[in-house]
């Protein structure tokens, strides 16, 4: 049996563009002498839908969806992830479906059992768990058709007090298929592979494997689609951070899944094909090694390029401090969508050093993207003068900090609702964890490219785009982190060294660790704590940072939920 | 048996505070002779924790509370809700539990079954379904001790497989307890009402049931625990919006439980006690209603004073514009916090309408708070003047208008960061809904206030605030709804009609009606359609909006996830 799969970016809500592309598909992969052809999860409307699956009519048009889609599958048969709706009157409304068409009809369904709900995922929130389960029979294979998370109950710490393929294997499949939406984090292939050749090895079964590609605002899909054989190995490896069709030969029931042609394995920076690397566990070391910083790289790219094309504008704006958040952020989106696109806007004030304005203009000028300068200076004074009255004499403080901030979101907001420009915001995740930003200053933004790098990812990303060619100016990396907002600040002077903090931000963010557990790792104790302390008294301000390209496996936003008011370790 | 009770406003992480309220509780239940005291869910660190959950410093403080506080039950026992480990390896690591507390020790623990994970609830992100069911002895009574949503099963549209009274009842139990985190909406003490007393009408026992009262952020507890008998009679019902403690006397194990003193009922608005509205199912007419308006005043106030109490601020500051919403916020705010705690800034620019400044400074004298008057148009001029090297001649736009709205943005948040007050935010749900808002300028703030109050509610609530005395003056209540964007602007400009917008929106939003049932119910098929798209493209707005006093079955926020980037109705 030949078998294509196809791993596509779908559009969450853009039932024709997804229909259309599951045709191209189809047709692509008919053309290639392929019996069958596997879609990922709940790819007639992309994932995560979310709330939109409470909606009737929205159900309706993915149930539409897989007619027209069925309607098409003669001479060829499809696995295709939708949702569907649950017959029994008890229970959620719906399932997570992956429907079988062959000869222009819907054969079965297999419905997912295991609805992760955690981190960035909400999937009992929608769906009843499936407690059914049948191999499904098709081209002489017995095939155990699994959607996601299905595999993911490891044995090693199950979250879940079954596993589909335990009483799946009792059936005699002679073939997994697992259909899936599985998200980009700079350490998730190897764990993804891991997870799949642990099943292939625990049930002496070849697996074919398809995920989604592409970005859906914050989240970001890599693709990475896998055929493995019965003992774990990688006979295919789809392409990552793009569309890609490919077909395996899975011969007959007994034998393993081969591969058509060699599959390409192209992970910016990864190790070679089928090594995978030791461990899965988090470690503030692997998150800014070279081999995930390049992947974060290709991820940032996608999920800027996705966000603008799914939007439907194709220009940035962006202002530049001449600091390293602001020109990491313009390398990547003169990369992520031409040069041309990109308006870079310097806004110097009384307290930006010369080399703020000069750096930055030389980094257009390597770049090549637009720029304009303008001062804040006429805006801030009038502010000043504006609030005499009530400020009086007291002196310089914060108020007077945020102002400039704000001064100048509002200058790239008026350029943005002008000319069509979407902001974009240029936070890191260690100023996001600590509250060191300003709420309506350099906080705003349609899109937070790297709010889920920690600064020193940030020093390295700044460094791993400048490996062949200087993208971003020298001294903007080697200089020290300031936010220019009063005579000689440096970021120093509020927060701890960044190498510092990020270590300690990481063990409490990444791997929620106890303050204990942290001052024992050899951190101060009043250093910890006061650090923690910053991270909870700020979530009122991570509430309203924009959405965040998710990189890391815990990133500020949607996969992490903290009370507002609430009083811990604060 | 005499049973006690204790409805607590507790605050989310202050483990000392809320054991030092539960223990002042249970000296106050046992002084008045009662044998058992009852708290509600998750008591011991407040509700919802969300991802405090999952660091194990957390559960270590919620063990450690439960264990000081069973040191001090001696010659009364407690019923607590706490989180509790699980201590199966399979599943979630965490029960939502109610632990039985006596002779200083903890008796035994009862696990929920049912985990709400919808709207607002997320609960079995954390926590694992428990399958196990005992009554527990207590008393001379069987208890069916339950949590929350396992009473919430409804027969006519079960959203669970299983119902936990089913099995229980099995076990022949006398009475039923159930400690609950049920937060407010307008329709919900009916809903509320109704389900419990279909319990114990169908198991034919007698129900204690506890409730938190106070807000959390968002999410407002409205208290009104109950004492029911066996057919569903009330036989107390304890206050709405604050803390209460009452003693039921339940009598031999056949009997039905008898209130130890009339309980009062005091819902603002409502029927009769005892007396139910017919149907709970939820009609835009409803939500105008004087019922309705009625609690959603008392549950704004608790909303606005818990946000400052627990976040440790007295001083609340916002923006006046003349026109209703501001009127109407500044109203609940000084009766929130004192008028001594509030300042109303106006800030007129060329474009206000001299009632605009007239009609606020009457409002702020019959209130007598603090006032300001700051004009933007400085402020204003110098963006203009700032940005006329790239605005060059281009026509007056939205860009313009924006900008005004956040110089003021900007002015508040001046005044908020130099004087330490909170930012409150003016904006209803029609324009959150439609769009009709400046990010980072009226939509700034710390909490929104009436972001979920559609403009048709707010001019209802409005008319009742002054039903005794004039609060906000006639003439803001009947004028023309104007942004003064832009000279003669009106609010009908861009925006439908708020009577149609505002029943339009209520179909979509909490009924979840599709296109075609809106336009069946006799509305415009394109005007349909318009606002839904304006909905839909809406949504990157409110992911930045403040955190809103949730009043309604379907508020923004926490409650409502929908893509940004996506493509439906759009």
């Known amino acids: 049996m030949k078998v294509a799969l196809a791993q596509l970016n779908y559009h969450i809500g853009n039932f024709e563009e997804n229909r259309e592309k599951i045709l191209?598909?189809?047709?692509?992969?008919?053309?290639?002498?392929?019996?069958?052809?596997?879609?990922?999860?709940?790819?007639?409307?992309?994932?995560?839908?979310?709330?939109?699956?409470?909606?009737?009519?929205?159900?309706?048009?993915?149930?539409?969806?897989?007619?027209?889609?069925?309607?098409?599958?003669?001479?060829?048969?499809?696995?295709?992830?939708?949702p569907s709706r649950n017959p029994n009157p008890k229970g959620k409304k719906l399932y997570n479906s992956a429907y079988l068409l062959k000869d222009g009809a819907v054969v079965t369904r297999v419905d997912k059992s295991l609805l992760p709900t955690y981190d960035v995922f909400d999937e009992y929130r929608y769906f009843e768990h499936n407690r059914d389960y049948s191999v499904i029979e098709f081209g002489g294979h017995r095939i155990a058709l699994t959607i996601c998370e299905d595999l993911w109950n490891s044995d090693e710490d199950p979250l879940y007090v079954t596993s589909p393929m335990d009483e799946l294997v009792r059936q005699q499949p002679s073939l997994m298929i697992n259909i899936a939406a599985s998200p980009f984090d700079y350490?998730?292939?190897?764990?993804?592979?891991?997870?799949?050749?642990?099943?292939c090895r625990k049930y002496g079964l070849p697996l074919l494997y398809v995920n989604h590609t592409g970005s859906q605002t914050e989240l970001i899909f890599d693709g990475g689609s896998l055929a493995l054989d019965r003992r774990g190995r990688i006979l295919g490896e789809m392409h990552y951070f793009r569309e890609d069709l490919q077909v395996f030969e899975t011969g007959p029931a007994e034998a393993a899944v081969a591969p058509e042609a060699p599959g390409p394995v192209e992970v910016a920076g990864t190790t070679e094909p089928g090594k995978v690397a030791g461990g899965t566990e988090a470690s503030y070391a692997s998150c800014i090694a070279d081999q995930a910083i390049g992947r974060i790289h290709q991820a940032l790219l996608t999920g800027i390029r996705d966000y603008f094309h799914k939007s439907g504008f194709d220009k940035a704006i962006l202002g530049m401090s001449g600091g390293i958040d602001s020109a990491l952020v313009l390398a990547l989106t003169c990369e992520a969508l031409g040069e041309e696109n990109v308006l870079a806007v310097l806004m110097p004030s009384e307290f930006s050093s010369d080399h703020s304005v000069r750096d930055s203009v030389e980094m257009v000028r390597l770049l090549g993207c637009k720029h304009e300068i303008i001062s804040i200076r006429d805006i801030y004074d009038s502010f000043l003068k504006t609030l005499k009255p009530q400020f009086g004499d007291l002196p310089f403080g914060l108020a007077e900090e945020n102002l400039q901030a704000r001064a100048r979101g509002t200058l790239l907001m008026a350029l943005s609702n002008k000319f069509g420009y979407i902001l974009l915001n240029t936070s890191n995740k260690s100023e996001n964890a600590v509250g060191y930003g300003t709420l309506y200053g350099d906080m705003c933004g349609g899109l937070s490219v790297i709010g889920d790098l920690y600064k020193t990812q940030v020093f390295a990303l700044a460094r791993y785009l400048n490996r062949s060619r200087e993208r971003i100016p020298q001294q903007i990396i080697t200089k020290t982190p300031s936010a220019e907002l009063r005579p000689g600040q440096k970021d120093s002077d509020s927060l701890p060294d960044y190498a510092l903090l990020d270590q300690v931000l990481f063990q409490y963010i990444e791997l929620k660790k106890t303050t204990e557990e942290i001052v024992k790792s050899g951190f101060e104790a009043d250093l910890v704590r006061k650090i923690l302390r910053m991270v909870n008294l700020s979530e009122y301000k991570r509430y309203q940072v924009p959405p965040i390209l998710r990189v890391s496996p815990k990133a500020f936003g949607m996969g992490r939920r903290i009370p507002i008011v609430g009083k811990y370790l604060s």
């Open 24 to 82: 191209r598909a189809i047709r692509q992969a008919a053309a290639q002498g392929a019996d069958l052809v596997v879609f990922a999860e709940l790819a007639v409307c992309g994932y995560p839908p979310r709330d939109f699956l409470e909606w009737d009519e929205f159900i309706d048009h993915c149930e539409r969806s897989v007619e027209l889609i069925a309607a098409e599958c003669r001479g060829i048969a499809a696995i295709l992830g939708a």
């Open 187 to 199: 350490a998730h292939r190897e764990a993804r592979i891991k997870v799949l050749q642990a099943n």
